[in-house]
Every structure is written in C-alpha cells, then in structure tokens.
C-alpha cells in the first residue's frame, strides 16, 4: 500500500474571482513507503500548492487525499494527527521560529502532540542531533542564531515530531553551498536512519541527483513525469524544454555526446561521470 | 484562506472615471457626500441616487462588486432604522401595545428611516467608487496634493502620505506573511480554534511574534533600500508622473456643480415631499 496516494487532486486559487487559477490539476500519485522523491518544476508548476495537501493544510477543490490509507478528507479525521504523521518544512522555515529559546521552539511539535516531559525533551535533543544544533545552542535565543543554524533550527521543530513522511520545500533556499550541503546531507541521515518517506522539493538537480531515489516533475499544475532518477534524467532533453534545468554533470556528457563521443548522455552524479568515461576510455560500446 | 480578502478593493480599468485625476476625485466624492445630506426630499435624493448609477455604469465595475461593500453594513443600517423608526415621533402610521408600553410608529419615523438607510447605503458605494476606481499609490498621491497647503503650518504631509503608501503597499504582503507562518504552525499541531479565550490568546502568539520579528526585519530592510537611493523627505521631490488636471476633469467638476446645484433647486422648489407623505 502505498503510504502517500493521491486520487484526480485539484486546487484552485481564488475561486470565483477574475484571477481564478488552478494550481494543481487532476493530480493522481502513489508514493510508496520509504522513498527519497525529489519534487522539481518551474516556479509555479504548483509543487507548493501539491505538498500542502499532504498534511491537510489546503483542502482539495476535488480529489481524494490518502495517507497510509486512510482519507483525510474523510469523516472524524483528525488534521492535527495527519499533520503530526506528514511533517511539513516549509519554504524560509526560520520565519516562523519565535519562542525563547530553541529548545522550546523545537518543543512546540512534540508539546503540540500532548507528550511528556521526558519524552519531549529526548526528541528534542534527538532532533537537534539529527540537524547538527549542539547543546548549547538549544538555551540561546532562536533570533540570536545565524542565519543556517536558524533555519536548522526550524527543521528540528518538524523532525521532533518523528513524522514518518518529513516534507521539506527547497530547504536549502537561500543558503551558501557549504549549508546547502550540510543540511541535505541531515535530511539524508534521517531518512536513511528512521527509514522514513522524504520528499524534498528543490530546483537544484545536483541536490535531487545526489539524494532522491525517485524524481516528480511537475509543469503547469501537473505531473508530467514520476519515475527513478535514471529514468527521470535520461531524458533530459524534455526537462529542458521544460524549461527545467539538468544536472551539469549531465550537460557535460550531453555536449560530449554531440560533439561525437559515444558516452551515455544520462549520467547525472559526477562519480557515474567517472565510471562512464573510464569505460569509454578503455573502448566500451555505445550505449 | 485569509489571503482571498480584498484590501484597498482597487478594480483596474481604463474608464472615464479610472483616468479622473485623484485628486479631483477625491473632491468630488467629499462633494457627492454633500450632495447625499443636502437631498431633503424624495426626487432630489433620487436625483443623487440616480446621479451615482450613472456613475457606476461609466466606470464598468460589476454592480455585483458595488453592492458587496455594502454588505458588512448592513447591521449598522438595519440598526439606525429601527432606532429611527421607534423613536421619532409624530403622525402614528400604527400602534402596538406591548404589556403595558405602547410603540407608536410614526410616519415620520419611517421617512426618516428609509432617507437614513438610502444615505448611508450611498455614502458607502460613492466611497467605494473612489477606492475601486483608484489605485491606493495615486489615491495618497492625491490625499497629500490636496492637503498640501497644510505644509504651511509645519504639518508633515509628504511624510504623512508616504507612510500611508508603505502601509498600504504592505498589507497584502503581510497578509501573506501572516498566511505562511499559521500554515507553518499548524503544520507543526498549533491548534487555534479550541480552548477557552486565554488559551487561544495564548495559541495567537506563534503568529504574532515572527510577524512582528518580520515586520521590522522588511522596515529596516526598505528604510536601508530608500536610503541607498538617497530618499530624504518630500523637499524638494519631483514626481515621475505630473499630477495634471485635463479637460474631463473640468468636466467631471461642471457636471457634479450642476448636479447639486439641482438638488438644491429640487430641495427649495419642492419642499413638501419631505416631512410630510411620502407614502
């Protein structure tokens, strides 16, 4: 059974008015238990809109929204259990930080959901942990902290929850490539070591190449493609026109293909580069 | 969603009435406000009623959009109405006896009710002509034209109207703000609708904080960005876009005097309307 399961879904902007849009439209999706998905798209494809329905934040013009089964649209649904299951990072999540200290700040999830004491204070600690806030950071300020550690912050505040599928949307907006990388490499951690479902949405493909195991491309307001990475990147050619763009690593081997060599143009990591040119060096066949 | 209020209510277009200068817009709303409380009698209310249709009709906005502004006051009118009714007195139109009171409902009292209602109906709908019709940055370009004869008396207009152009740029943007950061927080379980009033007081404070965190953080950011640009105050300042009256203004203005002038006439010609039968 598929743990997230969308059914013809549809939302509408502004219903009624002159300006009236639909963000997303007949949206139908499995997403199985356990998946990395990388959600990309132009800006306004509708990949925002598409994740709040996850949790139960926009209710669906029509359609059905299923979550390990169970509609959530349906009768005597709590939301608020859904949304302690479907954690959602939001865009430029350090805007919303606003209590003391940090540590509370992480606790407002886990206080949220009517836990103890004990156990709130281990998952708060556990998802600093898992975000890379050290002890000392949880007692400070959360407007004291830099602008990554903030927003790593405001991660944690999701992850305490223990959400089974975390959301997170461009969660390395904004940030240099050092904090860009150590974030992902946190949400990779956590998805590796609680074995949960993440869905992260980003317009950097380097970021959905190294981390996704599967790849949602949406384009005005539905889904295009929905496959493996490899299937996704091979064909780069219509992510293009798309206006989207390709890893860069898969640019350089679609030049080297034009200008004659015989590589396989859907290389999109840098360590699969390697292996394709060094089997290309020592005469392999044309893929 | 909250973001689906419409704030400033501004509705584009290329009308007569769009392309009115604001300024003399807004003189000549203050003017149909007159005209409204001048109207003494049933035709020369008709008169505006009609006037203000007429208005509507050259300025293309759906009529459906005009009379929503009325809706939220409803209450208001429907209360002055029977205060009007119940009170005034005079001719009883008829009595009721309620244990031992008896309520007269006077003709007069009817009369005036219904002028009451009909002017307050129409205040609202020519004030909202103003705003429909005018984008809120022209409309504060007008306000502190008209009011700048007060620089004479050390009043900071310039300034007066530039914070009400920030303030009114803003709204939807912290509107916005404000939608992101509840979704924010009740994707983290914040409940807003359940528990007593300090509770949810209390559940208030995960919105209010960033929002004010953010508001200063965009007012420090654009006093930064003006600075930059070497804004310092209204001395001196050109505008990009001349305020300039043309020939349709003049026009609006004959037509409007023309109109009151004939309300008046109406008022003074034909005074017994009011006060007396109208039914």
């Known amino acids: 059974m598929p743990i997230i399961r969308t059914e013809h879904l549809k939302y509408v902007y502004s219903e009624g008015s002159p300006f009236e849009k639909a963000a997303i439209d007949d949206i139908t999706l499995d997403i199985e238990e356990g998946e990395f998905v990388g959600v990309i798209g132009p800006t306004g494809s509708g990949k925002s809109t598409l994740v709040q329905h996850f949790n139960g934040l926009l209710k669906p013009a029509a359609g059905k929204v299923f979550i390990d089964g169970q509609d959530i649209w349906g009768k005597k649904v709590d939301k608020r259990s859904i949304r302690f299951k479907v954690g959602l990072v939001f865009q430029y999540p350090e805007y919303q930080l606003f209590e003391e200290t940090v540590f509370k700040d992480i606790a407002f999830g886990p206080t949220n959901m009517g836990l103890n004491k004990d156990e709130i204070s281990e998952r708060v600690y556990e998802a600093a942990d898992f975000v890379g806030i050290s002890k000392e950071l949880l007692s400070k300020s959360p407007f004291e902290l830099s602008g990554g550690q903030k927003r790593r912050a405001a991660i944690a505040g999701v992850i305490a929850m223990r959400p089974s599928i975390l959301i997170l949307d461009e969660p390395a907006a904004g940030l240099d490539p050092r904090g860009r990388e150590s974030i992902l490499a946190h949400i990779r951690e956590y998805h590796i070591a609680r074995k949960s479902t993440v869905l992260l949405v980003s317009h950097s493909m380097e970021d959905i190449a190294r981390n996704a195991t599967k790849v949602l491309v949406m384009s005005s307001a539905k889904i295009v493609m929905y496959g493996s990475v490899n299937d996704i990147f091979a064909q780069s050619t219509s992510l293009i026109k798309m206006g989207l763009d390709v890893p860069q690593v898969t640019r350089v081997f679609m030049g080297l293909r034009k200008s004659g060599y015989k590589v396989d143009p859907s290389v999109y990591t840098v360590e699969q580069g390697k292996a394709e040119i060094i089997r290309y060096i020592r005469g392999g066949q044309d893929r | ?279």
């Open chain 2, 1 to 279: 969603m909250i973001k689906d209020i419409t704030l400033g209510q501004y509705f584009p277009g290329s009308s007569l009435i769009h392309k009115l200068d604001p300024c003399m817009k807004i003189i000549l709303s203050i003017t149909y406000m007159v005209m409204l409380f001048s109207a003494f009698n049933a035709i020369s209310l008709a008169v505006a009623i009609v006037f203000m249709f007429v208005v509507t009709l050259i300025s293309r906005i759906p009529l459906k959009m005009v009379l929503r502004g009325i809706k939220p006051i409803l209450p208001i009118i429907i209360l002055t109405s029977l205060i009007n009714a119940f009170y005034v007195p005079g001719d009883a139109l008829f009595k009721l006896h309620v244990f031992s009171f008896l309520v007269v409902i006077s003709v007069q009292g009817v009369e005036l009710a219904v002028f009451m209602s009909v002017r307050i109906m129409f205040l609202i709908i020519g004030t909202s002509m103003l705003t429909y019709t005018t984008s809120p940055i022209s409309l504060t370009d007008g306000l502190e034209r008209l009011l700048s004869p007060l620089k004479k008396v050390k009043l900071p207009v310039h300034e007066l109207s530039m914070m009400m152009t920030i303030a009114l740029r803003f709204i939807p943007t912290l509107i916005e703000e404000t939608d992101k950061i509840i979704s924010a927080q009740k994707a983290r379980g914040a409940d807003f609708e359940s528990g007593n009033i300090i509770r949810r007081m209390k559940a208030l404070l995960p919105i209010l904080i960033p929002l004010f965190v953010s508001a200063f953080r965009r007012a420090e950011e654009l006093a930064l960005a003006m600075d930059c640009r070497c804004y310092k105050g209204g001395e001196g300042r050109t505008r990009m876009k001349q305020l300039q009256l043309a020939r349709r203004d003049y026009l609006s203005a004959t037509v409007m005097a023309f109109v009151l002038a004939g309300v008046i006439c109406i008022n003074i010609f034909v005074p017994k309307l009011y006060g007396s039968s109208l039914f």
